[in-house]
Each structure stands twice: as structure tokens, then as C-alpha cells.
């Protein structure tokens, strides 16, 4: 049984940072990357970052890009995501999850992770 627990969330004023932290575990459990992703009420869930390990590489959401920045232990099977300069946006519940497959490049849909944590509620306040 793997498990996903992500936490740090909470309610910060725009312009605020956050940091979002994430731990994979489970016996014999390695996985091949590491993401975020996020759901606003009414909308879909989509890609925030993710952190690949074979390659060491780091891939940001459009919107995100130049604010957050993702990091992690492979390891460890952890990752986190630090957010700066905080939108209303923003606001959402953040969801952490772990592939244990290998793609060339992507990750950036939801049915690339095999391991999804229960969620971390982010508000940003205007």
C-alpha cells in the first residue's frame, strides 16, 4: 500500500508565500516522478509542476512559472513546492502525486501518476 500525505497549506494574503510539502511512502515503492496539481471549485484539475528524477529535470504551468518552484529527495520519495508572490488565483486545493512510470518528457496529465494524496487547501485572500 503506497501512501501520499501532502500538508502546509492554509490562508495567506496575495503576494504571500507558501510551502507545500509532500511525502510518498510504501514498501518497495519508487517512483519516477513527482507532482502538483491543482482544482478551483468548478473547475477541472490541472497541472501545476512536477519534478522528474531520471532526468533531474523541472517543468512549471504557464501560470506558475517564475513563482513556484519545485524541489524534492528521490531518494526520500518527497517533494515540495514553494509558492511566492501569491495570487487570489491561486486559490485552490493542491493535490500531490507519484508515477512509478516512465514517459520521455511529460507528466503533465493527471493519468500519467499512479498515487494521489488526499489534497492541501491553499487561499490566497485580495
Known amino acids: 500500500q503506497v501512501q501520499v500525505v501532502e500538508s502546509g497549506g492554509g490562508l495567506v494574503q496575495a503576494g504571500g508565500s507558501l510551502r507545500l510539502s509532500c511525502a510518498a511512502s510504501?514498501?518497495?515503492?519508487?517512483?519516477?516522478?513527482m507532482g502538483w496539481f491543482r482544482q478551483a471549485p468548478g473547475k477541472e484539475r490541472e497541472f501545476v509542476a512536477v519534478?522528474?528524477?531520471?532526468?533531474?529535470?523541472?517543468s512549471y504551468a504557464d501560470s506558475v512559472k517564475g513563482r513556484f518552484t519545485i524541489s524534492g529527495d528521490n531518494s526520500q520519495n518527497t517533494v515540495y513546492l514553494q509558492m511566492n508572490s501569491l495570487k487570489p488565483e491561486d486559490t485552490a486545493v493542491y493535490y500531490c502525486?507519484?508515477?512509478?512510470?516512465?514517459?520521455?518528457?511529460?507528466?503533465?496529465?493527471?493519468?500519467?501518476?499512479?498515487?494521489w494524496g488526499q489534497g492541501t487547501q491553499v487561499t490566497v485572500s485580495s
Open positions: 502525486a507519484a508515477s512509478t512510470r516512465y514517459y520521455y518528457g511529460g507528466y503533465y496529465q493527471p493519468n500519467m501518476y499512479d498515487y
Open positions: 519534478r522528474r528524477w531520471s532526468t533531474s529535470t523541472s
Open positions: 510504501g514498501r518497495t515503492f519508487s517512483s519516477t516522478a
